[in-house]
């Protein structure tokens, strides 16, 4: 399993419109590609103001190939749509996860 894990730093002016789409809109037009089979945001913890709040935003994923699919046929597509929506008061770091152990 991997996970492809977008960590968003929203400024705070426009972080309620951006969880809220992120919930409504965004994670299932995500999921209706077929590259993921799960998805899931957590919000970043932390006592520092630095003008907004970040978030970190799980894609759960089968195998790379389905990955590699995703970033061919649709991130680029996503990216632009986000920044339409928000410009530039959302900075983004991505980061691949490969799950070695998961206990219970």
């Given amino acids: 399993m991997l996970i492809y894990n977008v960590t968003a730093h929203v400024e705070f002016k426009i972080e309620k419109e951006w969880l809220l789409w992120m919930k409504q809109k965004h994670l299932s037009e995500i999921l209706a590609t077929k590259k993921f089979s799960k998805a899931k945001i957590f919000k970043i913890i932390s006592e ?3 003008g907004g709040a970040s978030y970190a935003v799980q ?46």
């Fill in 48 to 50: 520092q103001d630095q």
């Fill in 59 to 104: 894609y759960y994923c089968k195998n790379k190939n389905l990955l590699n699919d995703f970033f061919k046929d649709y991130a680029n597509y996503f990216q632009k749509k986000v920044e339409k929506k928000f410009g530039n008061s959302i900075l983004f770091f991505e980061t691949e996860l490969q799950l070695i152990e998961a206990q219970s």
